[in-house]
């Protein structure tokens, strides 16, 4: 199954509610596809839309919930910048080494001027 075929197939199965929230194993199982490619295909969705999931296992779900949407906000922000901060050590280890820190994230974010 192509990208876009199982971003539809993932798509087609989500609902609006925690109470209609499907786990990963439900995913794959209504899709046919492995695991991996349920998370992908949840990643490139979650570009265009609002799924949310509450780490405790219940599953994936779409949301129009202020409350939920901002949890979940807060939630995944905090978790961003915890990821950067790990990442500060090897950032300025890397700048010592002359490592062109800044041009190497420009071409990762996908900047052509890079």
Do not use: H, W
């Amino acid at each position: 199954m192509d990208r876009e075929a199982c971003d539809n197939a993932v798509f087609n199965l989500l609902l609006y509610g925690k109470q209609n929230a499907k786990t990963r194993k439900e995913l794959v199982k209504g899709t046919r596809v492995c695991d991996r490619e349920v998370r992908e295909s949840i990643e490139r969705l979650r570009r265009k839309y609002i799924i949310l999931n509450n780490q405790d296992g219940e599953g994936y779900y779409l949301s129009e919930n202020i409350r939920e949407i901002i949890r979940y906000y807060v939630q995944e922000f905090k978790r961003a910048i915890s990821i950067l901060a790990r990442l500060k050590p090897m950032r300025l280890f890397l700048a010592e080494k002359g490592v062109k820190v800044a041009k190497l994230e420009r071409r990762l974010k996908g900047d052509k001027a890079a």
